[in-house]
C-alpha cells in the first residue's frame, strides 16, 4: 500500500522568505503526486501535479515541486511567501483502484503560517 | 467547466438524529465519486467511493452510508449520529479522461455532533 509522508506538521515562516515544505511517499509502483492547499474553513485545491515528464513542477500562487525519485520525495517550495500563503498543504499520492477509479492517499497536514 | 457543489455547509445535530449531506457534480458525465471525512489532526481519510450509479466501496466500517442515485449525484447518509461522527466532510470528484484523473473538491460540510 501507498502512504504519505509529511515531516513536518507546522512550519512558521516570515514575510518574504523562502519555505520549503516536505513531502515523502513510498510505493511499489509509478505514482501520480499532488499538492492540494487548504485555506480556513474551505475545501482543497490543487496546487500542483507530477504526472510524467519534468521533475520539476510549476503550480499556481508561485509555488514549485520537485519530484525525486531516489529520494521518494517531492518537496514544495517557494521563494518568497506572502501572508495570503497562510493555509494547510497535504502532499498526496495517487493509487490505482479497480474498476478505475483513483484513490488518492494523503499526509497529515502541514500549517502553514506566514507572520509580518 | 466543471463544478461541484456541497450542501448544506454548516450542520449541527443531536446525537442519534439522521444525517444527509448532498453533493451534485456539473459539467462531467460519469464521474468517480467520493466522499472524504477531516477530523482535526487526522488529516483526510477517504469514507466512500462511487465509479457509476448504485455502485459504492465503503473503505473503512462506520456509522455513515453513501448513495449515488444519480450519475452526478452523491449522498452522505447516517441513520443515528455519534459524537465521534463529527468533522469535515469533502465531496470530490474525478474523471478518467483527465490524466493522472486528479481528484477536484467541493467546498466541505461542518458537522458538529452534539
Known amino acids: 500500500a501507498q502512504s504519505v509522508t509529511q515531516l513536518d506538521s507546522q512550519v512558521p515562516v516570515f514575510e518574504e522568505a523562502p519555505v520549503e515544505l516536505r513531502c515523502n511517499y513510498s510505493?511499489?509502483?509509478?505514482?501520480?503526486l499532488f499538492w492540494y492547499v487548504q485555506y480556513p474553513n474551505q475545501g482543497l485545491q490543487l496546487l500542483l501535479k507530477y504526472l510524467s515528464g519534468s521533475t520539476l513542477v510549476k503550480g499556481i500562487n508561485g509555488f514549485e515541486a520537485e519530484f525525486n525519485k531516489s529520494q521518494t520525495s517531492f518537496h514544495l517550495r517557494k521563494p518568497s511567501v506572502h501572508i495570503s500563503d497562510t493555509a494547510e498543504y497535504f502532499c498526496?499520492?495517487?493509487?490505482?483502484?479497480?474498476?478505475?477509479?483513483?484513490?488518492?492517499?494523503f499526509g497529515k497536514g502541514t500549517k502553514l503560517t506566514v507572520n509580518p | 467547466s466543471q463544478t461541484i457543489h456541497q450542501w448544506p455547509a454548516t450542520l449541527v445535530q443531536p446525537v442519534g438524529s439522521p444525517l444527509s449531506l448532498e453533493c451534485t457534480v456539473e459539467?462531467?458525465?460519469?464521474?468517480?465519486l467520493y466522499w472524504y471525512r477531516q477530523a482535526a489532526g487526522r488529516g483526510l481519510q477517504l469514507l466512500f467511493y462511487?465509479?457509476?450509479?448504485?455502485?459504492i466501496s465503503s473503505e473503512v466500517p462506520q456509522n455513515l452510508s453513501a448513495s449515488r442515485p444519480q450519475d452526478r449525484q452523491f449522498i452522505l447518509s447516517s441513520k443515528k449520529l455519534l459524537l465521534s461522527d463529527s468533522g469535515f466532510y469533502l465531496c470530490?470528484?474525478?474523471?478518467?479522461?483527465?490524466?493522472?484523473?486528479?481528484?477536484?473538491f467541493g467546498e466541505g460540510s461542518w458537522l458538529t455532533v452534539v
Open positions: 470530490a470528484w474525478s474523471s478518467e479522461r483527465t490524466t493522472g484523473n486528479t481528484i477536484y
Open positions: 462511487s465509479v457509476g450509479i448504485g455502485q
Open positions: 498526496a499520492v495517487s493509487e490505482r483502484r479497480g474498476g478505475g477509479s483513483e484513490k488518492l492517499v
Open positions: 510505493s511499489s509502483v509509478s505514482v501520480y
Open positions: 459539467g462531467t458525465s460519469n464521474p468517480n
